[in-house]
């Protein structure tokens, strides 16, 4: 079963909302054209710096989350990591998911 996040970015998919790819949202960023970003948990640490500090610098939402090989495939992007919501409701929609998934998780953890 999917989980909401992933329905959520197939359908900012489906409405050309959701970039795919380091250069593709970098770029994106600088223009300030990405309202959040979903970077994968199992990209390389070093590219995982560079895409923080430049999310930073541009002021930009983000949010590591989940691992490429069902992020990728759900979005109708495999073998991407990095992902960016160019729309506001979106991105709202998709942190707070990704928040409530979160919090679900640690109650799990915490009842086992």
């Given at each position: 079963m999917k989980k909401p996040t992933e329905s959520y970015l197939g359908f900012a998919k489906k409405s050309g909302n959701l970039l795919a790819g380091y250069n593709t949202c970098v770029s994106a960023m600088n223009k300030g054209k990405v309202k959040l970003l979903i970077i994968c948990e199992d990209i390389a640490e070093n590219s995982m710096e560079?895409?923080?500090?430049?999310a930073r610098a541009n002021q930009t939402k983000y949010?590591?989350?989940?691992?490429?090989?069902?992020?990728?495939?759900a979005c109708g992007s495999p073998?991407?990591?990095?992902?960016?919501?160019?729309?506001?409701?979106?991105?709202?929609?998709i942190a707070k998911a990704i928040e409530q998934e979160r919090i679900e998780t640690s109650e799990e953890k915490e009842v086992q």
């Open positions: 560079k895409i923080t500090c430049l949010r590591i989350y989940g691992h490429s090989d069902v992020l990728g495939p073998g991407r990591a990095i992902f960016g919501i160019t729309d506001a409701g979106f991105a709202d929609t």
